[in-house]
């Protein structure tokens, strides 16, 4: 029974028995399906949080382990890059005797040319790469490493223009050199014999048999009847034969108009046609033909004409053969 006030109707409700249990037990159902809706998501959110706050610690240590190893590989590049320079730097303490060998070189080869390599490459060398040891470490700044890169580009290129100069001056003075050692084995700068005494010399003399002044057109050599009588250069036997006058005589052609001749053998060893080569023995001393005793008559023909031949001694046979 509800009674709202003194002039309204009092209402009058009637319930079951039943829902004085009913109603109660709803209300407190409701209740308790309110609260476990709470709880669970609550514990949802709390997990959903805490898996993504996971992904994102995760992420960020392998950012930070990316960052480690960048920095790591950096530092090894840039390790690299002073040891290059440095290297570099050797590379071009060692160039630097090469060239002085290459200029001993060039002055053995008589060639007196200066040069190609340019001596600007001595110069702009990073500083950094020096030996000095020990003081404060200071890390580099990214400007510096850019410097040493590009110092180290430019000496780099330097060194391989001056590689590629001295390249060509080695191969000229090579070349030089030997066009320098077929002319020496082609030129009779040999002593003929192991004799050095020079009985009579080249030029005007009193003859030995007629007694009047007469050309003597070659070198005399003294020695004991077959010693041997080396040719003084390499070339080619154009002459080997026997007249009154000569005796057993051998001519040599050594081209570039050089001839040498060897009179008064007691014996030849090579024929006409035959090669020979510097310093071979081609015959034995003696007195044949017009001579007067044992000794070589020997003589340097260039163009056909006689000259002395004594210029030309500055070789000793024993040690260059
Ligand atoms: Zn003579």
Redesign the pocket.
């Known amino acids: 029974m509800i009674i709202p006030g003194a002039n309204r109707r009092t209402v009058r409700i009637k319930l079951p028995h039943s829902s004085l249990y009913v109603v109660p037990s709803v209300i407190v159902l409701v209740w308790i399906g309110f609260f476990v809706t709470i709880y669970l998501m609550n514990t949802y959110f709390h997990k959903t949080t805490s898996s993504m706050q996971q992904s994102f610690d995760g992420q960020e240590r392998q950012l930070v382990d990316q960052i480690t190893l960048k920095n790591s590989e950096l530092e090894q590049l840039q390790n690299n890059l002073i040891d290059l320079s440095q290297q570099t730097d050797e590379f071009k303490a060692k160039l630097e005797e090469i060239k002085k060998l290459e200029h001993v070189v060039q002055l053995m080869s008589q060639t007196g040319g200066t040069s190609k390599i340019s001596a600007a490459s001595n110069s702009g060398s990073f500083s950094g790469t020096g030996s000095d040891v020990g003081g404060t470490e200071v890390p580099v700044n990214s400007q510096e490493v850019s410097q040493l890169v590009s110092s180290t580009k430019q000496d780099l290129s330097s060194l391989v223009g001056d590689i590629n100069a001295l390249l060509a001056n080695l191969t000229e003075s090579e070349a030089k050199l030997k066009e320098a050692e077929r002319l020496r084995n082609i030129t009779p700068t040999l002593w003929p014999t192991d004799s050095r005494n020079i009985t009579?010399g080249f030029g005007i003399r009193k003859d030995p048999f007629t007694q009047k002044p007469t050309m003597?057109t070659?070198?005399?050599l003294d020695g004991e009847l077959n010693d041997a009588v080396y040719v003084t250069a390499a070339g080619k036997v154009v002459q080997a034969g026997y007249d009154n006058q000569h005796g057993y005589h051998i001519i040599v052609d050594h081209t570039r108009g050089l001839r040498t001749v060897y009179?008064h053998l007691n014996k030849m060893l090579v024929k006409r046609g035959e090669s020979v080569t510097k310093g071979q023995k081609i015959g034995l001393m003696g007195t044949t033909g017009r001579s007067t005793g044992t000794?070589l008559?020997y003589e340097v023909h260039k163009n056909g004409v006689e000259i002395n031949p004594s210029p030309y001694l500055i070789q000793d046979r024993k040690d260059d053969r």
């Open positions: 009579s003597h070659g070198l005399d009179m000794h008559h």
